[in-house]
């Protein structure tokens, strides 16, 4: 398959799985279609319902916003088979370092689809123990924590970790076309090249950067970006789960074999708005989203796995009932958040130790929301306050 | 700067074996010892920097260190300051203690996202399910006759940040027992080292403990009744040298190092200026927005009563640092702090 990035050129892209759901036979992809072949009907019908839970949980959140209850949110709509497909080749020892918008990696993870929600719904600035996932918590400045990413993957070279492609550790990084014109995807790359770090640097090349086309930020083709660092880069139909997964799995075993940082594009598409404050009828046409509908990655698997009778009502009927729970436990989940006290949920956690600007402002304002303010803002002792002299 | 770093080769490679007993050291070699001995007591300790393993830094605060651990924790980098202080986050999630070196104050802004957005708030984020042990030595201040970005004082935008701690040795022994207790903190720690006072020595009581007093208590330098000086860093000494001009004139000044401006030690400035009812502020960083306005708004408001004259800041104008020719009249002089102190007695 070719596509285009705001250009006639034809671009190198993987594809396993064509818009139809047929599998393609192309020269030079025999490894890739081997390791999509491992995939059993079972793995493949747990990709499915994960991607089907993803889009539930971005419908539902998006309900929520809309009632009031969330703040705001980011929907994943249409990247479903790029971090589901990414997701699953990823082990329990391997860290995430995602941006915002993966909630299909994080339903892969086996996150609290709640705790997912906390930072929208305005009660956290976080939402769950990274340690306990062996997932880092969403960050919003664009393409900063790509550099943690590689520190991480530095951190994990220096514990001499075993190199062995499944036991070994990979830590795998989310991030979009905006992101990759930022100086810190730039300089985590160089790091990650010099030091040979174990990071899969994973493009979502959803096209759009709020309003921004693709083409604001790279005159060639994005995943030439990593090969310009000496990354082995490769680009990927983002709506093809089978080539998002094999490709994956590849950089994250040359990663957990000790050979290095890899750089993937996948190429997919907002269906979506930035977020539930965005409005993209202002920056883009309802042609190119039909366009895009028409390749949905979801449709796309189910009709694979119609086609290899892997997928009848009553596992449909069992994840829309899965669904259905989903919704439920989040309307509930989600009301409920508050964020803990407001003393406790601002003051703690500020410092890990003693500080004594933050200790003493917190004793004040407790006391102040007492209705009994002391006189002095920095918990000085007043004995000698009246001592004039 | 290559003349610069030839002209700052201070530090010996001829290290003790062991760190003990009592030694006269500059102040560049005690940080030396200090991350020696740290290294040595933590092997989850990592130092990252430019140009800080086989030159042993421009300054050559990292002398001789690589050879002794190695170049896996003691890290060339390449050229990107908010690679490294990013890259550290990362380590320090895995659960190392990186100690970031920006070669000079002036380079720490690429940096200043991941340091303001990332590095201050990681803790916070996530509820402190994952600490942010990384220190970031920065050498700052003015006197050495550098070029544009060689002279800065940028502590207060740090200061201004929740989550950081930002302190500023000035002496050798404050500068060895700090760099360890900021290297033991499980919060991130802007170490800011006044270059200009380097190649001052000290004796350094190598078997000092290590807790966490230097990292939150000021320290009273000398006691004094009529008039308190109040300063951190390289300005410390310019306190005392105008405690001894005004000994001489019959005054008696008391002078205060803060050593922490954040955390800031408000009571023992404020039992200080209780005492002596006026309250002078030095720093080498401009005075608008500095940590001396912070420390007047306390002072007046604990000790109004106890005030003989408004507090009074000595410092750098809201100028770009001046070109080396004219620093000597930007940067607080005794002449100037003396002159504050005439006015403060005026009133």
Known sequence: ?389 | MTTMAERTHTTSSDAPDAASGTKTLTLGKAINEGMRAAMRHDDKVMLMGEDIGPLGGVFRVTDGLQAEFGEQRVVDTPLAESGIVGTAIGLAMRGYRPVCEIQFDGFIFPAFNQITTQLSKIHNRTRGAIQMPVVIRVPYGGGIGGVEHHGESPEALFAHTAGLRVVSPSNPQDAYTMIQEAIASPDPVLYFEPKSRYWGKGSVDLDTAIGTDTLNAAHVVRQGTDVTLVAYGPSVATAIKTADALAEEGRSAEVLDLRAISPIDTAAVVASVRKTGRCIVIHEAPVFFGAGAEIAARVTEECFYALEAPVLRVGGFHTPYPVAKHEHEYLPSVDRVLDAVDRAFAH
Not at chain 1, 49 to 68: C, H, I, K, N, P
Not at chain 1, 170 to 192: K, R
Not at chain 1, 260 to 283: L, Q
Not at chain 1, 305 to 325: P, Q, S, T, V, Y
């Open chain 1, 1 to 389: 398959m070719t596509t285009t990035n705001g250009s006639n050129e034809a671009i190198p892209t993987l594809q396993l799985l064509d818009p139809q759901g047929n599998r393609v036979t192309t020269r030079g992809t025999k490894g890739y279609r081997d390791r999509a072949a491992a995939l059993t009907a079972e793995d493949l019908r747990g990709m499915y319902r994960d991607m089907v839970l993803t889009r539930r949980f971005d419908d539902e959140a998006t309900s929520l916003q809309r009632q009031g209850e969330l703040a705001l949110f980011a929907p994943a709509r249409g990247q479903e088979a790029a971090q589901v497909g990414s997701a699953h080749a990823l082990r329990p020892q391997d860290y995430v370092f995602p941006s915002y918008r993966e909630h299909g990696v994080l339903q892969v993870r086996g996150l609290d689809p709640v705790d997912r929600l906390r930072f929208f719904r305005g009660s956290d600035h976080g939402g769950w123990n990274p340690n306990e996932s062996n997932t880092a918590v969403y960050t919003i400045v664009i393409g900063a924590h790509t550099l943690h990413a590689t520190g991480y993957a530095m951190g994990v070279q220096r514990d001499g970790t075993p190199h062995d492609k499944h036991d070994g550790t990979a830590v795998i990084t989310y991030f979009g076309d905006g992101a990759t014109s930022q100086g810190d995807v730039n300089e985590s790359m160089v790091f990650a090249a010099v030091n040979e770090a174990p990071v899969v640097f994973f493009l979502q090349n959803n096209q759009w950067a709020i309003s921004e086309p693709t083409t604001r930020q790279a005159k060639t083709p994005l995943y030439k970006r990593g090969e310009a660092f000496g990354l082995p880069s490769l680009r990927v139909d983002g709506n093809d789960v089978l080539a998002v997964y094999a490709a994956t799995q590849e950089a994250l075993e040359r990663a957990r074999l000790g050979k290095g940082p890899s750089f993937i594009e996948a190429f997919t598409y907002r269906m979506g708005a930035h977020t539930t404050s965005d409005d993209p009828t202002r920056y883009r046409t309802s042609d190119e989203e039909e366009q895009w509908r028409r390749r949905d990655p979801i449709d796309r698997l189910a009709a694979l796995l119609r086609a290899e009778n892997a997928l009848d009502e009553d596992f449909e009927a069992e994840i829309k009932a899965e669904g259905d729970e989903l919704g439920a436990a989040l309307r509930t989940g989600v009301r409920a958040l508050d964020g803990g006290s407001a003393v406790e949920s601002t003051f703690d956690d500020v410092y890990a130790t003693p500080h004594g600007v933050v200790a003493a402002e917190r004793a004040w304002y407790e006391a102040y929301d007492a209705g009994d303010p002391p006189a002095s803002q920095y918990a000085i002792a007043d004995s000698a306050q009246g001592g004039a002299r």
